[in-house]
Each structure stands twice: as structure tokens, then as C-alpha cells.
């Protein structure tokens, strides 16, 4: 089955910096990957998503970008502010109703 | 707001006790899961629903069951809870299209004595 693994575990940025964050997945046949941020005694919440027809998504501050040849997408967060502090997950789904979740990444933004 | 709502923030239990988590959702969504988070291994399926009554096992099944005898609730079971269960849950759910966003709720954090 499909396996997700995403780097790094913790990252810690100044405010103001900007925040990669990646992932890998293994099975080609994937073709949605979504983002999802959780913020501390909250559950997680969609940030951004990248279908596999497309190369790069932005939204505002954020964007995602997918190399499907060598089965990785990133996560970039720039002009990194505080409220961005929180455990960000990756997830990879192939057209069906559940998600294949990374190990998550805590982002600590010092002020 | 759409809403996914679990019952407990906070739920301390003993080894040996039968546990419910329950999980109520606002959308009239078809799919509702369960899920649990562990440090550094992200989160893990235990239960799918796609329908009332109808279920399927995630990747950590084991020790766990579920209930839905209504579209808006779904029900997580510990027969018997044990320590290595002691962890945060967290209910979603989703509509059946596939490729679609999952809307979570707030978590429950088990702590088994």
C-alpha cells in the first residue's frame, strides 16, 4: 500500500524566514495531496491541496509543489509569522476516500 | 461552521475498563473515520465508515471496534482498554467523491491506568 514519510520532524524558523517542508510517497498511482496544519488542542484543518495534473499551487503565503517523477511534493510557507506555528501533516490519496498521512512536522516560529 | 463534534476533550480510564468515543457530524457527510495520533508516527486509521452500518478496518484495527447506527454518529469501542491505548483521537469525516478534503474534529486524549 501507499506509505508516506515526511521530513523534517521539527523545524524551527525566525519570523519572517521562510519553511520547506517534505514528503515522499511511493505509490505512483497517487494523484491528490492534501496539507493539513494543526494548531495546538485543535484537529487538523486543510491548508492546500495539489492534484496530479498540476505542478505548483499558491495560496497566498503558501504554496505546494509536486514532482511526480520523483514522487515528492513540498510545502513552502514564506514571510513565516507566529500564527504559523503548529504540527503540519502531508497526506497522499489515488482517487479514493481515505487519506495516507505523513509522520507530521512541528514548525516553531520565534518571534 | 461545519461542525465535527467528539464528546470528551480529556478522558482518563482503567486497564480492563470498556471505553466509547463518540463522534457526532453536521454535514450530512456519508464517510467518518477514525484515527490515531502518536508522536512521530503522524496520524493512523483504525476504523472507516462509508455508510450506516457498513465499516472497514484501517491499518491499526486491532484491540478497537466501531458503531454507526446513524449517518451523523460514529462510535469508537475499546473492549478492553489497555496502556499501550493511552494516545489522542480523532474523528473525520468526508464526502464520498474521492480526493475530497476531511474535516476533523478537536481530538480526544485517552489516558489508560
Known amino acids: 500500500g501507499e506509505n508516506v514519510e515526511q521530513h523534517p520532524s521539527t523545524l524551527s524558523v525566525q519570523e519572517g524566514d521562510s519553511a520547506v517542508i517534505k514528503c515522499t510517497y511511493s505509490?505512483?498511482?497517487?494523484?491528490?495531496f492534501p496539507w493539513y496544519k494543526q494548531e495546538l488542542g485543535k484537529g487538523p484543518q486543510l491548508i492546500i491541496d495539489?492534484?496530479?495534473?498540476?505542478g505548483e499551487k499558491k495560496d497566498q503565503r503558501i504554496a505546494v509543489t509536486l514532482n511526480k517523477t520523483a514522487k515528492h511534493f513540498s510545502l513552502h510557507i514564506t514571510e513565516t509569522q507566529p500564527e504559523d506555528s503548529a504540527v503540519y501533516f502531508c497526506a497522499a490519496s489515488m482517487n479514493t476516500d481515505k487519506l495516507i498521512f505523513g509522520t507530521g512536522t512541528r514548525l516553531q516560529v520565534f518571534p | 461552521d461545519v461542525k465535527v463534534t467528539q464528546s470528551s476533550r480529556y478522558l482518563v480510564k482503567r486497564t480492563g475498563e470498556k471505553v466509547f468515543l463518540e463522534c457526532v457530524q453536521d454535514m450530512d457527510h456519508e464517510n467518518m473515520f477514525w484515527y490515531r495520533q502518536d508522536p512521530g508516527l503522524g496520524l493512523r486509521l483504525i476504523y472507516f465508515s462509508y455508510d450506516v452500518k457498513m465499516k472497514e478496518k484501517g491499518d491499526i484495527p486491532e484491540g478497537y471496534s466501531v458503531s454507526r447506527e446513524k449517518k451523523e454518529r460514529f462510535s469508537l469501542i475499546l473492549e478492553s482498554a489497555s496502556t499501550n491505548q493511552t494516545s489522542m483521537y480523532l474523528c473525520?469525516?468526508?464526502?464520498?467523491?474521492?480526493?475530497?478534503?476531511?474535516?476533523f474534529g478537536q481530538g480526544t486524549r485517552l489516558t489508560v491506568v
Open positions: 505509490d505512483s498511482a497517487s494523484n491528490y
Open positions: 495539489i492534484r496530479s495534473n498540476v
Open positions: 473525520a469525516s468526508s464526502k464520498p467523491t474521492g480526493n475530497t478534503e476531511a474535516f
